[in-house]
């Protein structure tokens, strides 16, 4: 009876985990350890891509206001582009940049002679603010496959973490023989610790994602009817040579 409570004593002491969430990463395989590590990488740096994006989201807001408030106020397009020609702040004023740099161009040349030089002039103007509009916004999208890729891999990557740690954890408790809940516990929340994790760094990847989607979808309507506008505008000036 002595030698049976001394194993049993023994027994409990040896089930004695650290559950805390360091116990937890320190305890578990040196696979779901990766896991945890790749994940809690992947949480920081989708944090880090949403505040970026976000702070310079209503930076470029700011920016879009302060050079429509100044192209509509019915003052000089030349004396416009003369102030911003060499830094514009923002994609808006880029394409802005770009077609008045096309314009100018063509004044330098001797000018628009006869319907097809017209036409041809207007084509170029609006190829070149789609060009630059779709560079503008190719640089604005940067990383967001990341959110993406993130909001879709994190819950797997995580979920085979899980399966990894119980696979681990029941060929223990086949090895020591013993399933009480303090043998089995441990190992069981090693192993959902991952999945935990997963969804942690997954569903702020999935609604920053989309709510930075719907962001630069606004932006680049805003974009693009700018410049429609633009075009007509420059197209009426030819019409008027």
Same mark, same amino acid.
């Given at each position: 009876?002595?030698?049976?409570?001394?194993?049993?004593?023994?027994?409990?002491?040896?089930?004695?985990?650290?559950?805390?969430?360091?116990?937890?990463?320190?305890?578990?395989?040196?696979?779901?350890?990766?896991?945890?590590?790749?994940?809690?990488?992947?949480?920081?740096?989708?944090?880090?891509?949403?505040?970026?994006?976000?702070?310079?989201?209503?930076?470029?807001?700011?920016?879009?206001?302060?050079?429509?408030?100044?192209?509509?106020?019915?003052?000089?397009?030349?004396?416009?582009?003369?102030?911003?020609?060499?830094?514009?702040?923002?994609?808006?004023?880029?394409?802005?940049?770009?077609?008045?740099?096309?314009?100018?161009?063509?004044?330098?040349?001797?000018?628009?002679?006869?319907?097809?030089?017209?036409?041809?002039?207007?084509?170029?103007?609006?190829?070149?603010?789609?060009?630059?509009?779709?560079?503008?916004?190719?640089?604005?999208?940067?990383?967001?496959?990341?959110?993406?890729?993130?909001?879709?891999?994190?819950?797997?990557? &995580?979920?085979?973490?899980?399966?990894?740690?119980?696979?681990?954890?029941?060929?223990?408790?086949?090895?020591?023989?013993?399933?009480?809940?303090?043998?089995?516990?441990?190992?069981?929340?090693?192993?959902?610790?991952?999945?935990?994790?997963?969804?942690?760094?997954?569903?702020?990847?999935?609604? &920053?994602?989309?709510?930075?989607?719907?962001?630069?979808?606004?932006?680049?309507?805003?974009?693009?009817?700018?410049?429609?506008?633009?075009?007509?505008?420059?197209?009426?000036?030819?019409?008027?040579?």
């Amino acid at each position: 009876m002595e030698n049976q409570a001394v194993d049993t004593l023994a027994l409990g002491g040896s089930v004695n985990y650290d559950m805390t969430i360091w116990g937890l990463f320190f305890e578990a395989d040196i696979v779901v350890q990766l896991v945890l590590l790749l994940l809690v990488a992947a949480s920081f740096w989708t944090w880090a891509i949403i505040f970026e994006k976000v702070i310079r989201m209503r930076r470029l807001k700011v920016y879009a206001e302060r050079f429509e408030e100044a192209f509509w106020s019915g003052g000089s397009l030349d004396d416009l582009y003369d102030d911003i020609d060499r830094e514009p702040q923002d994609p808006m004023s880029s394409v802005f940049v770009s077609a008045m740099r096309e314009w100018h161009r063509s004044s330098e040349r001797g000018g628009v002679a006869g319907d097809h030089s017209k036409v041809s002039l207007q084509q170029r103007i609006e190829r070149v603010m789609q060009i630059t509009l779709g560079r503008e916004m190719e640089r604005l999208e940067r990383h967001m496959i990341f959110l993406a890729s993130v909001g879709s891999a994190a819950p797997f990557v &995580g979920l085979f973490g899980t399966v990894w740690g119980i696979m681990n954890a029941f060929t223990s408790i086949a090895a020591s023989e013993n399933t009480s809940l303090a043998v089995v516990a441990p190992g069981i929340a090693e192993a959902l610790f991952a999945t935990a994790l997963g969804l942690v760094a997954a569903i702020p990847a999935v609604i &920053g994602f989309n709510k930075l989607s719907e962001d630069l979808g606004r932006y680049a309507g805003r974009l693009d009817a700018f410049a429609g506008e633009f075009g007509a505008i420059l197209s009426r000036q030819l019409d008027e040579r």
